[in-house]
């Protein structure tokens, strides 16, 4: 009974307070035919220590980055998790019950969103940035409804390249207060700007780029920013923040809102999440982010302190009033990304994108060499992701390549039919020339 508090003695006592005779009289209502009718299949019990290596057994038939070599993307990257992160982020000064309601109490918990606030509207040249969202997808749909909200109107463009996950999201997002999303196809792996031109018009609230794109593409954030401030709607851009390290901040192009996945920016991969959502825009917005925003004060004293400045969607604001329905933030991951971006510095964050930009440069010419491979969208610009076509079913090239624990990139055939024949491979800064190269030895045999 060791694991299974409710004992037997528990069982009875509260059986005969509500005044049943067994569990049996509890389950009356429920239909006999949907009952199970005999004990679990489970396996005997186990000593701890047996538990404990039956556990690790399991656990290591798992494919992770740390044993297996990743050429994954798609929204989650195999970046460097600097050391001191997994030490300070357990410290006792950041340790808070639920939300930050009293200043005085969680001082650090203030101050490292304050920090991370900080980092990400310079990083993203925007004029504020909130205490962080649920992750990327969350962060996109929040800022199509700041769009809404901000121009009453009810038309949002959406980007071919916007990750199609995300674009789901935001669907969803979108079809309570019935507002209508736009796609705009990119043929050539990024934004066709013609195509874009005749969809957004003076009912469109937001035009939605994402920057490099899903297949990996740098789109022309200047001209789209163009584009939809001419038609007087917001231009919202979707970035990878560890990529804003060498690429230009969107704020600086003409951006009004910049989202993201934060992932990379010290969050392990963690089996798909918890990751982090970067939300940033510029000072116009400021009362339509959703969640919080930390801000510095000065107590009676005189000496600086940190407080929640704005709550828009807590216990205590009228529904009716609310921009959001997000109540919360995820502080421990965006405490990842601060100490991330406070260890690495300006020069530590160039570095990081400029050999991920060089390595998959690379990578993409080694492979593009195997005969019968060819890159999908040879025009368009990369950075550190790019989409690969196969003479042979991609998901087959990858199971393959599995037996040789390379975890060879993403088939695209479950997001569009179209690109049924494409991979796609994302380099980070962590891969090295012997590991691309054994990438190349590898698919050249599996597409042979």
């Not at 044993?67 to 600097?82: I, T």
């Not at 199609?164 to 043929?187: E, Q």
């Not at 971006?341 to 050999?355: C, F, I, N, Q, S």
């Not at 440069?361 to 060819?374: I, S, T």
Request: proline share 6%; charged share 20%.
């Amino acid at each position: 009974m060791r694991y299974l508090p409710n004992t037997a003695d528990n069982q009875r006592v509260m059986l005969e307070t509500i005044g049943a005779g067994s569990i049996e009289d509890l389950l009356v209502k429920v239909p006999a035919k949907v009952r199970l009718s005999r004990p679990l299949a489970l396996p005997p019990a186990l000593a701890e220590s047996d538990l404990v290596a039956e556990l690790r057994g399991l656990a290591g038939r798992n494919a992770d980055a740390d044993g297996w070599v990743s050429f994954l993307g798609g929204g989650a990257y195999d970046h460097y998790v600097p050391s001191p992160i997994d030490h300070l982020i357990s410290r006792g000064e950041f340790l808070t019950a639920y939300t930050p309601y009293q200043p005085e109490a969680s001082q650090g918990t203030l101050r490292s969103i304050y920090e991370y606030q900080t980092m990400i509207a310079e990083l993203t040249g925007m004029d504020v940035a909130n205490a962080s969202m649920y992750d990327g997808a969350s962060s996109l749909a929040e800022a199509v409804l700041m769009a809404v909200s901000a121009t009453g109107r009810r038309e949002v463009v959406l980007a071919g390249g916007v990750h199609p996950l995300h674009r789901r999201v935001t669907a969803t997002y979108c079809s309570g207060p019935a507002v209508r999303l736009r796609d705009v196809p990119a043929p050539a792996g990024v934004l066709d700007l013609e195509a874009a031109q005749r969809a957004v018009n003076g009912k469109t609230a937001a035009l939605v780029v994402q920057t490099p794109n899903f297949y990996g593409c740098l789109e022309d954030v200047a001209a789209a920013a163009d584009l939809a401030h001419a038609a007087g709607a917001v231009l919202v851009v979707s970035a990878d923040p560890v990529n804003l390290g060498v690429l230009e901040a969107p704020g600086r192009l003409g951006a009004d809102i910049v989202v993201g996945e934060g992932q990379g920016l010290g969050v392990p991969l963690s089996f798909g999440g918890p990751y982090l959502g970067v939300l940033a825009a510029k000072r116009e917005f400021v009362r339509r982010l959703p969640g919080r925003l930390v801000g510095a004060t000065v107590d009676l004293d005189g000496r600086r302190g940190f407080v929640l400045t704005l709550q828009t969607r807590e216990q205590h604001i009228r529904r009716a009033r609310a921009t959001s329905n997000i109540c919360t933030n995820v502080a421990l991951c965006a405490l990842m990304a601060t100490i991330y971006m406070a260890t690495l510095g300006k020069r530590g964050l160039v570095r990081v994108g400029e050999l991920a930009m060089a390595k998959a440069r690379y990578a993409a010419d080694r492979l593009a060499a195997v005969p019968g491979v060819a890159l999908r969208f040879p025009e368009a610009p990369f950075f550190k992701e790019f989409a690969l076509r196969l003479p042979r079913p991609p998901d087959r090239v990858v199971a393959r390549l599995a037996r040789e624990r390379i975890l060879a990139g993403l088939p695209l055939k479950t997001f569009d039919r179209r690109l049924a024949d494409c991979l796609l491979v994302a380099v980070t800064e962590k891969r090295t020339k012997d590991e691309i190269d054994a990438l190349a030895a590898a698919l050249a045999k599996a597409v042979a």
